[in-house]
């Protein structure tokens, strides 16, 4: 349970039964014990609710505590024998900056891969990744399809704010 309010514009992530959150300071409460008992976050800060002590633990972004973040495209069909992008694949809550590593895969949507009509593989891969233009708000992905073959997939990133 959390409710919102207005504060000084840094923003905290927070989980509950609901998932992760990125509110700003001063916009979690829990069993009545707002965040704002926690001194001075940075932009970025993980903070998590110690039920058995009654209280809000912080965890900075700039150590200890990392705020990790999935997303994924909708299904895309990949280029036979070409590249396709930039395709993007936005987080659901931003961060607050571009300080953040990402590990991206993309899982075919086919039983097995065509026959290599080209001597790279994997059939159908990663061909190049960017942030997009907005900070924090996710990557531009492009792919590559190796084969002659028809694919289609889903594009899946890890983020791991540094």
Do not use: C
């Not at 900075?60 to 909708?74: D, E, K, L, N």
């Amino acid at each position: 349970m959390a409710t919102m309010s207005s504060t000084d514009g840094k923003l905290v992530t927070y989980v509950d039964d609901n998932g992760l959150h990125t509110v700003p300071f001063g916009a979690v409460e829990l069993n009545g014990l707002n965040d704002t008992n926690i001194a001075s976050p940075s932009d970025g800060d993980l903070l998590t609710y110690n039920a058995a002590q009654g209280l809000w633990i912080n965890k900075p972004s700039s150590g200890g505590g990392r705020v990790i973040v999935t997303a994924r495209s909708i299904p895309t069909s990949f280029t036979q024998g070409g590249v396709t992008g930039p395709i993007a694949v936005s987080f659901a809550v931003p961060f607050a900056d571009n300080n953040y590593t990402v590990q991206v895969t993309v899982l075919g949507d086919e039983v097995a891969p065509e026959t290599p009509t080209l001597t790279q593989a994997p059939a159908v891969g990663i061909s190049y990744i960017a942030f997009q233009a907005v900070l924090g708000v996710g990557v531009n992905v492009w792919i590559t399809n190796n084969d002659s073959g028809a694919h289609t997939g889903v594009i899946h990133v890890t983020a791991v704010h540094d």
